[in-house]
């Protein structure tokens, strides 16, 4: 150990240096190595693109943007939104998954927000109509499964929430930073889905899908089966082949026809009412009954969901749903 009352030469710098890079974890080093070469990248391309430079991010990506002299490139409206998207990630010390590409934040720029139901205009500035395309659940990386397009205001409110404090806020059932109940309940449903994949939560909640995840989304297994009910049992659905397997189920789990029955019948009369399909699930009367027959047969119910599920997860080409994260919500589209 040096004495600390010896001032400290460059040699003693130097082997502290060589000490430190042996002592540190290799993966340490990678990443460290892999956060500075992505700051270079940025700082490059953030140059040709005309973007202004960003105080208070890390020298590396200062340099490389001050010192850039090669020629511009005005980017597309979806390199530019990546290019933001890694802006976003720098800032808080994150980088992007590389699943994350110009061609996943296409396919899942949906025609409208599924909190608000604002259609987008894909248009760069500040408009409100330009989507947001951030984080869903603050606590996750920017990875392929947590990324999500909503209007700027919807992403101004979440700002730094958990999913825990939006779900609080969303039980609470009132008007809240601008903000209806029914977008609240909607935003909790959508970060469901991740925050139970990233915390390996054994679909803890049993939430009303208040929103149906979009492309490169996920959900619990609790989800997926309102989401089954609900395509099943809405117009063009196949409801008597549907009744026949839910009630199979019901009947494997000893529990009575009925039980399974009542619930059909006021799901079937909402959907027939409802301009979005999955508005039925707020509805008191019809989640009450849906959580009365669930819970009596969930292992039956989720056994059978689970398998589906597997089988078109198999059939998906697509590297978000191939990401290392816990199999217990499941990839939607």
């Known amino acids: ?24 974890p290799a993966v ?38 001050d010192n850039y002299r090669g020629p511009e490139k005005k980017p597309s409206y979806f390199e530019s939104k990546l290019l933001s998207l890694r802006l976003s990630a ?26 608000q139901r604002k259609r987008f205009r894909l248009k760069s500035g500040s408009s409100e109509r330009n989507p947001s395309l951030d984080r869903l659940v603050n606590e996750v990386t920017y990875r392929a499964g947590n990324i999500c397009a909503l209007t700027q205001q919807v992403n101004r409110v979440k700002g730094d929430l958990s999913f825990d404090e ?27 889905g991740a925050w139970a994949r990233a915390y390996k ?35 063009g659905g196949n409801a008597s082949a549907a009744t026949g397997l839910w009630l199979g189920l019901t009947r494997q789990s000893d529990c009575k026809d009925d039980l399974f029955l009542e619930f059909r019948v006021l799901l079937a009369a909402a959907l027939s009412e409802e301009r979005y399909p999955e508005d039925v699930w707020q509805r008191d009367a019809v989640f009450g009954t849906f959580a009365r027959w669930y819970l009596a047969c969930r292992d039956a119910v989720d ?29 939607q589209h």
Request: include cysteine.
């Open 28 to 65: 340490q080093c990678d990443e460290a190595a892999a956060f500075n070469a992505e700051c270079i990248a940025i700082g490059r391309e953030s140059a040709a693109a005309g973007f202004r430079i960003v105080p208070k991010l890390p020298t590396a990506y200062q340099d490389a943007f």
């Open 90 to 115: 720098l800032r808080r010390g994150m980088v992007v998954d590389s699943a994350v590409t110009i061609e996943f934040l296409q396919r899942i720029t949906v025609a409208q927000c599924p909190v």
């Open 303 to 331: 056994a059978q969901v689970e398998v589906a599920l597997h089988r078109h997860h198999e059939r998906l080409a697509d590297p978000a749903a191939e990401l290392d994260w816990p199999a217990i919500s499941r990839y």
């Open 201 to 235: 939560q054994d679909d803890l909640y049993l939430l009303p899908l208040a929103a149906i995840p979009g492309p490169g989304m996920f959900m619990s297994t609790s989800q997926a089966v309102q989401l089954l009910l609900t395509r099943h049992f809405s117009k």
């Open 1 to 24: 150990m040096r004495n600390p009352h010896v001032p400290e030469t460059a040699d003693d710098r130097q082997r502290a240096d060589a000490e430190e890079s042996v002592c540190r």
């Open 166 to 192: 939006v779900l609080q806020v969303a039980q609470a059932r009132k008007d809240h930073a601008g903000l209806m109940p029914a977008e609240w309940l909607r935003l909790a449903s959508l970060m469901y």
